[in-house]
């Protein structure tokens, strides 16, 4: 099976600019999960959708970020202006069943550079 | 809230060797899974292995097997017959159970194994 595309595979922007990046699921996975990877940490959870609603997004910083994922399939991340402190990977992954005790599968992430 | 502990930054084993990343985490509930997952240069998160809290039974997959310690909070990796594709970043991931709550991976910092030849 196809698995989790992303794009763009890397990004530059000043600060204060905005930038998305775009998440393609694993066709027929009804949960995804945005993660944002800052250097040398462990993955951290943004936003949770389930089909085309939103599960968790308690710890994203919706002052400059937001996500919308459209008839419960692709699914866009936005940063608004962008902070120097956003420079990280940001991967998208998915998961068959709504617990995801199987795991999720990963997409190779967005790599944002904020200068 | 949980907490996920990978106490070792950085780690490397020569070719065929054995080598145990170790992990540990903190939580009060009593049903939830535990993952392994390799970030190899490529960044894709790539799972590893899979633990489930009530089962008592090790989990293996092939030349990766964990110690699951319960009581201890401890879950660490080995790896047999290491080789230089293993070369990654190793993460481990707990994901709680509870009862009407988002179900979410919780990641520790990860450690950076190389396998030497």
């Known amino acids: 099976e196809a698995g989790v595309a992303q794009s763009p595979r890397y990004k530059i922007i000043e600060k204060r600019q905005s930038v998305a990046f775009w998440c393609n699921p694993i066709?027929?996975?009804?949960?995804l999960y945005w993660y944002q990877q800052i250097l040398g940490q462990g993955p951290k959870l943004l936003i949770q959708?389930?089909?085309?609603?939103?599960?968790?997004d308690s710890q994203l910083p919706k002052d400059r970020f937001s996500a919308e994922r459209l008839k419960g399939v692709d699914s866009t991340l936005k940063i608004q202006p962008a902070k120097l402190e956003d420079s990280a990977v940001y991967l998208c992954?998915?998961?068959?069943?709504?617990?995801?005790?199987?795991?999720?599968?990963f997409g190779s992430g967005t790599r944002l550079t904020v200068v | 809230a949980q907490t996920v502990t990978q106490s070792q930054p950085e780690m490397s084993v020569q070719e065929a060797e054995t080598v145990t990343l170790s992990c540990t985490y903190d939580?009060?509930?009593?049903?939830?899974?535990l993952f392994w997952y390799k970030q190899p240069p490529s960044r894709q998160m790539i799972l590893v292995i899979r633990q489930e809290a009530y089962k008592q039974q090790n989990a293996t997959e092939n030349r990766f097997s964990v110690n699951f310690q319960k009581a201890a909070k401890s879950f660490s990796l080995k790896i047999s017959d290491s080789q230089l594709g293993d070369t990654a970043m190793y993460f481990c991931?707990?994901?709680?159970?509870?009862?009407?709550?988002?179900?979410?991976?919780?990641f520790g910092s990860g450690t950076q194994l190389t396998v030497l030849p």
């Open positions: 066709s027929g996975h009804a949960t």
């Open positions: 959708f389930q089909n085309n609603g939103v599960v968790d």
């Open positions: 939580t009060s509930e009593s049903n939830y899974y």
């Open positions: 991931a707990f994901m709680n159970l509870l009862s009407g709550s988002a179900r979410q991976l919780t």
């Open positions: 992954a998915s998961s068959l069943e709504s617990a995801g005790t199987y795991g999720y599968t």
